[in-house]
């Protein structure tokens, strides 16, 4: 992805992060972790990293698939992990804006989809130590 599409992309990021926020918000939550108070505050730097993987790419970083190998989503031992949910709705918002569905190439698209699988695929696996060890009753 060029340098000027990337730049696109950051112009495009109120409306971007705010069809997020907008998803997570409305989406039912039964676990506590998985809070829309809270998993709201993530948007933002989700979408900084993502960005910053991409110029990443752009100026020759190696793309990280490994990651995202064995599969999308990550399979999380628990049912707990916020993040999951969290990158499904944050992936479905961006491919269905009118910005990267109009403006961005298929191969450009393509490496977006890497890029924002990349960090995902990282947090959510980041998180799931944490997760593995959390009980609801251990809250009472």
Not at 26 to 35: F, G, H, R, Y
Not at 101 to 109: D, V
Request: proline share 7%; net charge negative.
């Amino acid at each position: 992805m060029d340098s000027n599409q990337v730049e696109q992309l950051k112009a495009n990021r109120v409306g971007l992060a705010a069809d997020w926020i907008r998803a997570i918000q409305m989406a039912p939550s039964s676990n506590p972790l998985n809070s829309p108070e809270t998993m709201v505050h993530h948007v933002v730097p989700a979408w900084e990293r993502i960005m910053a993987t991409l110029e990443c790419h752009e100026s020759g970083c190696p793309a990280t698939p490994d990651l995202i190998a064995e599969g999308w989503p990550p399979r999380c031992r628990s049912a707990q992990n916020p993040f999951r949910q969290f990158y499904l709705r944050g992936e479905q918002c961006l491919f269905d804006h009118s910005f990267v569905k109009n403006e961005l190439s298929a191969a450009e698209q393509a490496e977006l989809r890497v890029a924002f699988r990349a960090v995902a695929a990282e947090e959510i696996c980041a998180f799931e130590g944490v997760t593995s060890y959390w009980r609801p009753s251990s809250m009472s």
